[in-house]
């Protein structure tokens, strides 16, 4: 009987090609727009955690000042230092290894091309913490490290921007008024999640940095990776207690520095876009109300025209159960129909979306399957009230309808 | 020995329609008792009462006051599904329009009181062809209503009503679409279903010819039954009186 009765409600539904196509437009584009949002939003939630996890998921920073933002934070912190690092790596058992790292936008000139680029002083230790490896010539030697030479390890679009086609490896290029040999290309990396080019950047030796570029000998951020058998949990507690010996900070008071994690950074971002796809789909999920309130629309006229033939069939032993069932299927089916339309659509689109904006297609079962019941519910919701309009039809008037 | 229990018995049947000022009675203590077996004519002008007799007698109406036995049973007492039982399984509707289902075949709408019942399809179809059959539409089945002439609609309305076997098939005007000729081979058809799958038949006209098919004919005239009896007999009665 109910295989009959969705027989049925197929037939009705293909009798009334074209009315059935703008009914179940609103469903389609409904779920297309869910599907399509949360979708995308699940990718770009994806790329952020492998982004992190490309920058490894045991860094962790140490910045100056106690990382509050807002009124009340305008404490002067006092800045780090070189020494810092090495006390980092030396007393504690947590940490791997630690790398200084000053950064700052320059022109960078080579020959007739110039372009504005970050430029980071740091040391050799800083491509093991972000495991960035080098593709071409060479890191900085020790020598060169501590005696503050000019030398350069750049990105890939610093090469692309400045050396065009020639081999970059071995030429000069001047950063302000400081002539930099480059010894090295850096590996490609790509936009990090924030959208900025990582491999916009120019690598010098932070003494170099330090002493001909700021003319100070301040550390502004320590990179530090945690040992393999320590958490960075772990890792976290152990920098915070040395960091407040070393700057003498009393018990009771605050952290004049913070000491973040990637982890934290992670799920930072990854709320952001939580809450923006949350509120995309919810936007979504309007449209997909107003398609239920269409569908319940189309059936209440699809009762009115077809007062007479449900007066036939209530004449030849319909009960008004059986016409309500056959009424209310029509509009489930007619959802469902209209439900997986815009799942395949919004997948569709989803799939495009992701492509152009270099993210992960990551479609998840469970908001597929949401959306399928979502758009079925409609239809039982949306189509009772019509349905049952049309079970209730007195047979006498109803064959008298014209 | 007592008399068989009539199909149909309407007992004082009254039915009033609207209420206060515009109240009109329709039915005004009707008795009716047709027996199995019987056609059975119901004609009166206009206003008489005989279609809310007819759609009393289908289980499309309920009585204000009085009582409906179908085969003994006080209709009046069952619930509103038992009555669509009661219509498919034991009436069969012939209407004035036809009353086919636009834009589905003769096939499809043969089988739609089968649908209900819940029978399997190839059984469904196996009588529905069947049943079009026997109203001479065998070849048709496949036809919309829109590609069959009236008396060809009205055959597959026949049909449509026979196919579940029912004891009693209720004619509202079934010729009152159509010319003289293809009236006659209506009446013709509801005769031979009367006559040999002695399927009960009540038919409201107002025409004399078709009414003339009867064993009998209940004249009604303001709500009320006026006469009763063969049809010669009711006719010269009426054409004496005026």
Same mark, same amino acid.
């Given at each position: ?14 009798? #009334? ?5 703008l %009914?179940? *437009? ?28 490309? @920058?490894?998921? #045991? ?17 002067? /912190? ?18 791997? %290894? ?18 504005? %680029? ?14 960035w490896?080098?593709v ?10 501590s ?44 936009? /990090? ?33 945690a ?12 920098? !915070?207690?040395?960091?407040? !010996? ?18 934290? @950074?992670? /799920?930072?971002?990854?709320?952001? %876009? ?24 189309i ?45 395949? @659509?919004? @997948? ?35 189509g009772?009230?019509?349905?049952r ?9 109803? *064959?008298?309808?014209? | 020995m ?11 049947? $009254?039915?009033?329609?609207g209420?206060?000022?515009?109240e ?18 119901? =004609?009166?002008?206009s206003?008489?009462?005989?279609? $809310? ?46 009353n086919?289902l ?20 190839a ?7 069947e ?43 079934? $010729? ?10 209506? =009446? ?14 009540? =038919?409201?006209?107002?025409?004399e ?7 009998r004919?209940?004249? =009604? ?15 010269k009665?009426?054409?004496q009186?005026?």
């Amino acid at each position: 009987m109910i295989w009959e009765t969705v027989r049925l409600a197929i037939q009705a539904i293909f009798r #009334n090609a074209l009315r059935s196509i703008l %009914t179940v *437009l609103g469903i389609v584009i409904g779920v297309a727009a869910v599907i399509a949002m949360v979708t995308v939003g699940q990718g770009s939630s994806d790329q952020v955690t492998a982004d992190v996890e490309k @920058l490894g998921t #045991n860094v962790l920073m140490v910045l100056p000042g106690a990382g509050r933002m807002g009124p009340g934070n305008n404490s002067v /912190s006092a800045a780090l230092d070189l020494k810092d690092v090495e006390a980092l790596i030396d007393q504690l058992s947590s940490v791997r %290894t630690a790398a200084p790292y000053n950064q700052t936008t320059l022109n960078a000139v080579y020959g007739a091309e110039d372009a504005r %680029t970050s430029v980071a002083g740091t040391d050799t230790r800083f491509l093991d913490v972000v495991d960035w490896p080098i593709v071409q010539g060479r890191g900085f030697l020790p020598a060169e490290e501590s005696s503050g030479r000019a030398v350069c390890i750049i990105g890939e679009t610093v090469r692309q921007d400045l050396f065009g086609n020639t081999d970059p490896v071995g030429e000069t290029l001047r950063l302000k008024n400081v002539s930099c040999e480059v010894i090295g290309l850096l590996e490609a990396k790509g936009a /990090s999640s924030f959208g900025t080019d990582q491999d916009d950047i120019v690598l010098i030796p932070i003494k170099a940095f330090q002493r001909r570029i700021t003319g100070s000998a301040d550390v502004s951020m320590i990179y530090v990776a945690a040992a393999d058998n320590a958490s960075t949990d772990r890792a976290l507690v152990e920098i !915070e207690t040395l960091m407040r !010996e070393r700057r003498r900070i009393g018990d009771g008071e605050e952290d004049d520095f913070n000491v973040r994690d990637m982890k934290q @950074l992670a /799920s930072m971002l990854t709320g952001i %876009t939580d809450v923006l796809t949350g509120l995309l789909s919810a936007v979504a999920a309007v449209s997909l109300l107003v398609g239920g309130i269409g569908i319940m629309n189309i059936m209440l006229v699809s009762v009115t025209e077809r007062t007479r033939e449900i007066g036939i069939r209530l004449a030849v032993g319909a009960t008004g159960n059986q016409v309500l069932l056959q009424f209310l299927v029509e509009a489930i089916v007619l959802s469902m129909i209209g439900g997986v339309i815009g799942i395949l @659509l919004g @997948l569709g689109l989803a799939a495009i979306t992701s492509n152009i904006m270099a993210i992960p297609f990551s479609p998840a079962p469970s908001i597929v399957a949401i959306a399928f019941l979502f758009s079925a519910a409609v239809g039982v919701i949306f189509g009772y009230f019509p349905a049952r309009r049309a079970a209730r039809l007195d047979p006498i008037e109803a *064959l008298r309808h014209q | 020995m007592a008399a068989p229990t009539p199909v149909i018995e309407l007992r004082d049947v $009254t039915k009033v329609y609207g209420h206060g000022e515009a109240e009109v009675c329709a039915m005004d203590g009707v008795n009716i008792s047709i027996a199995s077996g019987e056609f059975v004519a119901i =004609m009166g002008p206009s206003g008489s009462g005989k279609s $809310t007799a007819m759609n009393m007698i289908g289980c499309l109406d309920s009585p204000t006051s009085g009582e409906y036995l179908f085969n003994g049973v006080q209709v009046g007492k069952l619930t509103q599904d038992q009555h669509a039982l009661l219509r498919r399984n034991y009436l069969g509707f012939v209407f004035q329009g036809f009353n086919l289902l636009a834009r589905t075949s003769a096939l499809e709408n043969v089988e739609l009181p089968m649908i209900y019942k819940g029978m399997p399809a190839a059984e469904r179809r196996k009588r529905a062809r069947e049943a079009l059959a026997k109203v001479g539409l065998a070849g048709r089945e496949s036809h919309d209503p829109s590609e069959l002439s009236g008396g060809q609609q009205q055959r597959a309305a026949i049909a449509r009503a026979l196919v579940g076997d029912p004891q009693v098939i209720l004619a509202d005007e079934p $010729t009152g679409n159509l010319d003289t000729k293809l009236s006659i081979e209506i =009446m013709e058809l509801l005769k031979k279903l009367n006559e040999r799958d002695h399927i009960t038949i009540v =038919m409201v006209t107002h025409e004399e010819e078709m009414a003339a098919y009867a064993h009998r004919v209940i004249w =009604m005239v303001d709500g009320k039954v006026e006469s009763t009896g063969t049809p010669d007999e009711v006719f010269k009665r009426g054409k004496q009186s005026a």
